[in-house]
Nanobody, 123 residues
Framework: QVQLVESGGGLVQAGGSLRLSCAAS????????MGWFRQAPGKEREFVAA????????YNADSVKGRFTISRDNAKNTVYLQMNSLKPEDTAVYSC????????????????WGQGTQVTVSS
């Protein structure tokens, strides 16, 4: 069982930066692929980024490539999403998720989900 708690969201101006954190409970955090997803009002949930259990493999959605970076610290049971050059269209609730299979994370079929943190980018 893994419990996930996101933090770091807030209001930022376009062009600014935020770093989201996702703290996981449980001693098996290092076994899971982790992902970040977002959902804007009236839209479907969207995959943002994923990172393998070791951190050696990452994948970003085209919409955030070159701007967002996913990373993890297994010693701290935490995964991060560094978001730079933010745009108003990045406004959404951002959630982290965990699964044992990398491909399932990218499809959004994760076993564990956090509650989400709101990110609002003003123009």
């Amino acid at each position: 069982q893994v419990q996930l708690v996101e933090s770091g969201g807030g209001l930022v101006q376009a062009g600014g930066s935020l770093r989201l954190s996702c703290a996981a409970s449980g001693r098996t955090f290092s076994r899971y692929t982790m992902g970040w997803f977002r959902q804007a009002p009236g839209k479907e949930r969207e995959f943002v980024a994923a990172i393998s259990w070791s951190g050696g493999t990452t994948y970003n959605a085209d919409s955030v490539k070159g701007r967002f970076t996913i990373s993890r610290d297994n010693a701290k049971n935490t995964v991060y999403l560094q978001m730079n050059s933010l745009k108003p269209e990045d406004t959404a609730v951002y959630s982290c998720a965990a699964d044992a299979v990398f491909s399932r994370v990218m499809r959004g079929g994760c076993d564990y989900w956090g509650q989400g943190t709101q990110v609002t980018v003003s123009s």
